[in-house]
C-alpha cells in the first residue's frame, strides 16, 4: 500500500490553483444568507426565552465554523442550564411552540440518536435542526471556527475536500463514510503536519480560554488574531496541498498502527489509546480522535465495506490529480 509515499507531484499541478480557487468562491454562502440565518435566530430567540428565561441558543456546525457551503441547513443548539433535563419533554413542549407561528413542517425526533426538533422557516427558506446542550459540539464548532482565522488556505482545502466527499458520496455518515467534521480535522491535521507547518496545535499552547463541559475539560489558545501569518514560512499553494491531501490518505497514512490527532498536532498510536481491537462496533479502521472527547473516534462509523470505498476514493482522487489531463472535472464526477 505504501509504495507510492514519495511519489513527486506533477511539474504542473499549479495550473489547477485557479480552478480550486473559483469552486471555493463559489460554494461560499453570501452575506444575505448569514441575514437570514440571523433573523431566523431572532424568532427563535424570542420563543425560547418567553418559554424558558434561563435558556439560550447557540448555532454550531457548518453554519459557525465557517466550513458551511451556501444554501446549507443550520444546527441550533438549546442550552438549558440545567444538564438534568428530559430533553424528549423539551423538544416536544419547543415544537408545540414553534407550531403555533409561522414555521412549517415542525417535528419533534425524540427517538433519533441526537434528538430534534427540525423546521423550515417560510420567510427566509431556510431549515433548522434544534437540539438541547449538545454543548461539546458547540465547543468543537469554535475551535474550528478559531482554526480557520489562522491561515486561509485551511477553508480553501476543507471546501474543496468537503465538495469532493459529497460528489462522490462519500460523506454518509450512515452509510459508513465520514462526516464533514471529520473530514474537517483531517484537514487541520494535515496542515498541522505540513514542514514548515501551516496551523500550530492551539490546545498545545497557552491556555486562553477554557470551559468545562460535560465533565470534559476544553482548553486552547483562542487569541487566533496573534497567529496571523503562522503559516506564511510554507509557501504551498492550494492545489499542490490538495494533491498531497489525496496522496497521504491514499499512499502514506498507517492505517494499521495510527491515529490523527489534532490535539496532540501529531500522529498517536492506535495502542496506546486501545484502538486496536473490535469493541462492539467500534472497528477503528480510520482513527480521528476527537479534540475534547479524546474517546472519541470519528471514524468509528466505517466498517468492513466503507474502509475499501473510502481508500478506494483517496486512490482515485490521487491517480487524477496525478495523471488526469484535466483533474478539476473527473474528481468532482458524480459518482
Ligand atoms: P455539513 O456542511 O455537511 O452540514 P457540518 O459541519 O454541519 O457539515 P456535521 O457532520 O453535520 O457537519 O456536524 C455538525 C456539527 O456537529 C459539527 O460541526 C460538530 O460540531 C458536531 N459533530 C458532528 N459529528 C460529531 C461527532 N461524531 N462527534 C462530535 N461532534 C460532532
Ligand atoms: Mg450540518
Request: charge should be neutral.
Amino acid at each position: 500500500r505504501n509504495h507510492r509515499s514519495h511519489i513527486e507531484c506533477r511539474g504542473d499541478i499549479n495550473r489547477l490553483n485557479a480552478h480550486f480557487l473559483e469552486i471555493y468562491e463559489s460554494l461560499i454562502p453570501p452575506e444575505e444568507e448569514k441575514e437570514k440565518q440571523k433573523q431566523l435566530m431572532a424568532l427563535l430567540n424570542k420563543h425560547v426565552t418567553n418559554e424558558w428565561p434561563k435558556a439560550q441558543l447557540f448555532l454550531y456546525g457548518s453554519c459557525a465554523n465557517s466550513f458551511g457551503f451556501r444554501k446549507s441547513d443550520i444546527d441550533v443548539c438549546l442550552a438549558m442550564g440545567d444538564a438534568d433535563v428530559d430533553k424528549s419533554e423539551i423538544l416536544l413542549r419547543l415544537a408545540d411552540i414553534l407550531k403555533s407561528d409561522n414555521l412549517e413542517n415542525v417535528q419533534a425526533l425524540t427517538r433519533a440518536r441526537v434528538p430534534i426538533v427540525k423546521l423550515m422557516d417560510p420567510i427566509t427558506g431556510i431549515s433548522c435542526d434544534i437540539c438541547v446542550n449538545n454543548m461539546l459540539a458547540v465547543v468543537n464548532t469554535k475551535l474550528l471556527l478559531d482554526y480557520s482565522k489562522i491561515d486561509v488556505r485551511l477553508r480553501q482545502l476543507a471546501f474543496i475536500v468537503k465538495h469532493w466527499a459529497k460528489s462522490r458520496g462519500v460523506n454518509e455518515t450512515y452509510q459508513g463514510t465520514l462526516s464533514s467534521y471529520a473530514y474537517v480535522l483531517m484537514c487541520i491535521h494535515f496542515l498541522q503536519q505540513r514542514t514548515p507547518s501551516i496551523l500550530p496545535c492551539l490546545q498545545g499552547m497557552e491556555v486562553t480560554y477554557k470551559v468545562n463541559v460535560d465533565n470534559v475539560e476544553c482548553c486552547y489558545f483562542d487569541q487566533v488574531e496573534k497567529l496571523q501569518g503562522f503559516g506564511s514560512r510554507n509557501g504551498e499553494s492550494i492545489a499542490q496541498l490538495v494533491w498531497a491531501f489525496f496522496n497521504y490518505w491514499a499512499y502514506c497514512h498507517d492505517y494499521t498502527n495510527d491515529v490523527i490527532s489534532i490535539r496532540m498536532g501529531s500522529l498517536i498510536s492506535k495502542r496506546e489509546k486501545d484502538w486496536t481491537r473490535r469493541i462492539g462496533n467500534d472497528r477503528h479502521l480510520i482513527c480521528i480522535e476527537d479534540p475534547f472527547e479524546v474517546s472519541h473516534d470519528l471514524g468509528r462509523v466505517v466498517d468492513k465495506r466503507s474502509i475499501r470505498v473510502l481508500r478506494e476514493e483517496f486512490e482515485r482522487a490521487a491517480e487524477i490529480l496525478q495523471y488526469d489531463p484535466n483533474p478539476c472535472v473527473k474528481l468532482f464526477e458524480p459518482y
